[in-house]
């Protein structure tokens, strides 16, 4: 006992004499005395030039030091600088391993980075190069005690931990100025300060931030204020952050000198242990725009799990735009773009992120779905139904009057604005390759180009650079249509493969409402199958091959009469003048029907063919659609009664006679003014008339000498006919006599 006795009285002896020692040094040595000394040591060990202009103070209880206006220069100039520093320590608490920082304040921090036009930092020089053929010295293996891994075992297994606690952090006007020559972008950070007081693990501390940044390129300036309560373990793998205020007021070229505010808050939690984390009422917003969630996270690898909500208010994009100094985005309608949210639950198995019961609002329009995104492979699933949506209502709108008239001539031609400018690609080749989707979108309603489309089923897929258009159907004017289309992106030289039916679309109301044209109405019936390969426009045309095969039942040529047409021929052949006027606007017939074939820009036509009232219309002719061109012979064919006028009566002359119209032009300038009568192919059609006529008058001719020779050969078979009946009559008036004695004997 006494040996325990007498050895705790040496330690308590030696703790003594060293907080002795360490009193009678505070109090005797001076550090400022040791300036040159720790100039000199700094300068020598590195490329700083240290100037200690202010006081060195020290403390005992507390234990501290100050430092006073400190400055190193690097190479002439200002590297580091700072106005004060203090740090102090409670002397007892590192008595009793339980170390307090009473202060530390860290005031007028100036520091200078800068990357030169190599792109070498500053701070890469700080050390002086060793001289060449010096290797850096090996440090030997020091054996683990068996005391130090009985330590280490110790606190792996949950021993005490250390208890650190700081009574008070202060930094206040700190700066910090980074210059990057190579690319002339400069940031400064100033005004930037950190209090926090009671920093305890295990303990919740407040803590206050505020800073303003600077950056050149583009110039933009950042006030930020942050202020949150803290909290972590003493194992430091558990850590919370409750009360949240997070404020940044923003301006500069990014905002066209706009002010704009973005705020944070809500509360967060973290634990590295279980590798989980949540966010508690978070919210986000940028001027007008505010977001909120609740998120559960758990897994910090490449499979993480989420739980939670996600929503985003009703908000105005215009006003957003506004308030963001962006450009405005001009609609036909006004009132667009006003009402916009969006909700969501997201959850989803480790390494996929799902959305469900998703609502998206855009003004009058509401979707609703559900998907997925599958973080290993960025595999993308989503479905989407929405029920209405006017798509013209967000198109720009078409200028008016004279500003459409300056605008148009103003505007380049098509052929010269391609020319102007250089094609560029359609499809990001590289992004489509390493696309994983699976998309099913449905809308009740789609109006887009005036155009009113119902019921709309469109479903894609993307893997490994081979993209399809699986479906993409709907009901259009009275009818329906369907197409799917095939792009196979895995070559630089993407093949296209697309095909399309339309089944008893009424061209007149869609027409009407696509461009205003009204020329032909009935109801349309066409097959499209197409191949083309290409990654830009033009080789998508010249590549372009297929056919069109299409029917047209029931309907009629508007804004051009047919009839007429004809009837000028034949009046010309009856050599009569037409006494109508009142010919009408329109053609109707029962059936059109015919074949395109695709080659490149040309649609070639050979099988035009249309039953009219009396006529059968037949042509072929081309399509050229890179200049909007049409070629068209046509022919009408006589084939009955075509109109009641006395000069268009058909006769023998022009039966099966065909008369010629042609229509050329522009058919995206004047639709109406294409067709009219062909007088340069008349002359083939007279010379039709002509043969008709001789084959009639040589008709006639045999007719009427087969009625002569007919006439003749009753003539003579009479004249045969009458000796004979004379010569009967002798031979009967001889033997009559005898005849009649005979049968008066036999009977009596």
Known sequence: MKVIRYALYAVIGLVVLAVAAVAIAVAVIN????????????????????????????????????????????EGERFVALEQLIAQIDFWSLITMSPQVNTFVLNGLDAHFEVNEQGEGNWARIMKEKPAGT???????????????????????????????????????????????????????????????????GSEFPLDIQFRVETAQPKLAVDGSISAKLKANQALNEFTMSGLSAVFDMNGEPFSGKSVTAELGGSLAANLEDETASLNDFTASLANLKLSTNLNVKGFGDKPALNGSLAISEFSLKELLSNLGQPAIETTDPDVLEAIALSTNLGGKPGTVALSDLKITLDDTNFNGNGSYTLSNGGLVFNLQGDKLNADRYLPPAPEGNAAAEAQSETPTAETASAKQPETDLLPLETLRSLLLDINFDLGELIVSNLTINEIKASTTAKDGLLKVDEFSGKLYYGSFGANVTIDARTDNPKWNIRSDVNNVQTLPLLTDLAEVDMLSGGANFNLAVNTAGNRISALRNNAKGEISFNLAEGEFRQMNLTRMACQGIALVNQEQLSTSDWGTTTPFNDMRGTLKIDGNTLNNTDLVAELAGMRLEGDGTVELEQSELDYEVGLRIVGDIHRDQACRTTEYVQNVVIPVECRGNFAEDPAGLCSFDGSRFRDTLKDIAANAARAKAKEEIDRAKEKAREKADEAKQKAKDKVDEKLKEKLGEEGGKVKDALKGLFN
């Open 31 to 74: 550090p400022n005395d040791y300036k040159p000394q720790i100039e000199a040591a700094v300068e020598k060990q590195t490329n700083l030039d240290l100037i200690l202009e202010g006081d060195i103070g020290w403390s005992f209880i507390p234990l501290g030091l100050e430092l006073n206006k400190v400055e190193a220069t690097l």
């Open 135 to 201: 290797a850096a010295p090996e440090q030997a293996d020091t054996p683990e005690t068996p005391a130090a891994s009985e330590e280490t075992a110790e606190a792996s297994e949950g021993g005490e931990a250390l208890n650190f606690n700081v009574e008070n952090v202060e930094i206040s006007d700190a700066r910090v100025h980074y210059n990057d020559l190579s690319t002339g972008q400069s940031v400064v950070l100033e005004d930037f300060s950190v209090l926090a007081s009671n920093i305890t693990l």
